[in-house]
T-cell receptor, first 112, second 113 residues
């Protein structure tokens, strides 16, 4: 059974479009995260939610809006997509903010 | 902003060789983790080190946390092709950024048969 799942796996879209990436975890964890990994493999935190509350919000354009409908889900909506948004986006979860994070398989977003 | 400098960025070696990957920072971290990522997958945790000077071994992998908790190293003995992958160090900060993980740039390791 998949612990942290993301959909879609691949997303190709044009500049200016709006898209969403969904994430679900079945581990019963309280904390969920969104990371962005660029073409050089650099992984950077974007957002973190604990019990549906936003606790980490890095310097990310406000075109990116996370939403957590419940503890098991954390979705990422991106408005007005730009070329520079092309990257692999990883969702992760952990039982608490200080323990091991479990990553999803990633969503490769390509903006043309 | 806390930064983690990871080196080398690329490492290509023959099966059986030893290697060391370094992770350095000017900041103190409450703990440091090492992850391994394979193509098309998310990072998977290998180890967490918490105490300054701590050494942990995982089969042929040896992890060390610096005494001042600012740096760490990963040493692989007798590397095998199955060790090929992206290795990431990640430091956990405290204070107002409690729980936030800062990742290094990663080391892409290729072990040739």
């Amino acid at each position: 059974d998949t612990a942290v799942s993301q959909t879609p796996k691949y997303l190709v879209t044009q500049m200016g479009n709006d898209k969403s990436i969904k994430c679900e975890q079945n581990l019963g964890h309280d904390t969920m995260y969104w990371y962005k990994q660029d073409s050089k493999k650099f992984l950077k935190i974007m957002f973190s939610y604990n019990n549906k509350e936003l606790i980490i919000n890095e310097t990310v354009p406000n075109r990116f809006s996370p939403k957590s409908p419940d503890k098991a889900h954390l979705n990422l909506h991106i408005n007005s997509l730009e070329l520079g948004d092309s990257a692999v986006y990883f969702c992760a979860s952990s039982q608490d903010v200080v323990v091991e994070q479990y990553f999803g398989p990633g969503t490769r977003l390509t903006v043309t | 902003t806390q930064l983690l400098e990871q080196s080398p960025q690329f490492l290509s070696i023959q099966e059986g060789e030893n290697l060391t990957v370094y992770c350095n920072s000017s900041s103190v971290f409450s703990s440091l983790q090492w992850y391994r990522q394979e193509p098309g997958e998310g990072p998977v945790l290998l180890v967490t080190v918490v105490t300054g000077g701590e050494v942990k071994k995982l089969k042929r992998l040896t992890f060390q946390f610096g005494d001042a908790r600012k740096d760490s190293s990963l040493h692989i003995t007798a590397a095998q092709p199955g060790d090929t992958g992206l290795y990431l160090c990640a430091g956990r900060s405290g204070g107002t950024s409690y729980g936030k993980l800062t990742f290094g740039q990663g080391t892409i390791l290729t072990v040739h048969p």
